[in-house]
């Protein structure tokens, strides 16, 4: 090859070089995993995630154990590059959840956290800020398989507002909406209005006698 040829190729290659853009890195996780969940309330899952483009979503999936089919929450961006998400409350015959973590760059790359266990227990305390309390109680459980129940199994209906099903439809929670009453109330109730029906209504779980609305209910203060 002639020298001029030489510095010809030489020179097309840094140009080219130069003109290509780094390659995306995957994100990276930094996490620290939960200890306990708590029998009676909400486990916290928290996460930092660094990523040199923009993150499109970030996912922590769970099951209770014994329980097949994953269910996940949609975690929430908090400070700096920090996310974070509410698991339902487990029942009482709950002794573990399985949980792990995805999160997704809008160029496709996955940074992930491996499923981990852990266990239920009734002296796990979870202080919850205002904002983590709010969406303690207006939970939207994404479902990975057809005909999911809305309520993951091994968990309470409390808090649990809708659901996102696998075509990506958002439906309003209608299986903690009415609870069956047994027959002798209802035969009760309706010698006393003269034949008509009784329908008691609740949030599943908290028993407040408030009807589960198809949209986002009112916020209320913390507790309640």
């Known amino acids: 090859m002639r020298p001029r040829h030489v510095l010809s190729a030489f020179l097309a290659a840094s140009v080219s070089f130069a ?12 996490f620290e995993p939960l200890t306990c969940a708590p029998s009676n309330g909400n486990a916290r899952v928290r996460i930092e995630v660094t990523t040199t483009t923009p993150l499109e979503s970030a996912r922590v999936y769970f099951h209770a154990d014994q329980k097949t089919g994953e269910y996940y929450m949609e975690m929430r961006r908090g400070e700096a590059d920090s996310h974070w998400a509410m698991l339902p409350i487990p029942i009482s015959e709950t002794k573990q959840i399985d949980y792990r973590i995805v999160v997704k760059t809008a160029d496709g790359l996955e940074g992930t956290v491996q499923p981990m266990t852990v266990p239920v227990t009734s002296d796990c305390s979870v202080l919850l800020t205002d904002d983590e309390a709010r969406y303690s109680r207006n939970l939207v459980i ?66 407040t006698g408030t009807p589960v609305s198809p949209s986002r209910p009112s916020v209320r203060t913390a507790g309640n």
Request: proline share 12%.
């Open 142 to 207: 994404g479902q990975t398989l057809p005909n999911q129940s809305t309520v993951p199994p091994g968990f309470e209906c409390k808090g649990i507002v809708s659901e996102i099903n696998v075509a990506g439809e958002l439906r309003p929670n209608d299986e903690c909406r009415k609870v069956p009453v047994p027959f002798w109330l209802a035969a009760a109730g309706a010698a006393a209005v003269g034949g008509g029906a009784v329908i008691v209504s609740n949030t599943g779980g908290g028993g």
């Open 19 to 30: 003109g290509s853009a780094p390659a995306a890195e995957p994100p990276q996780i930094k």
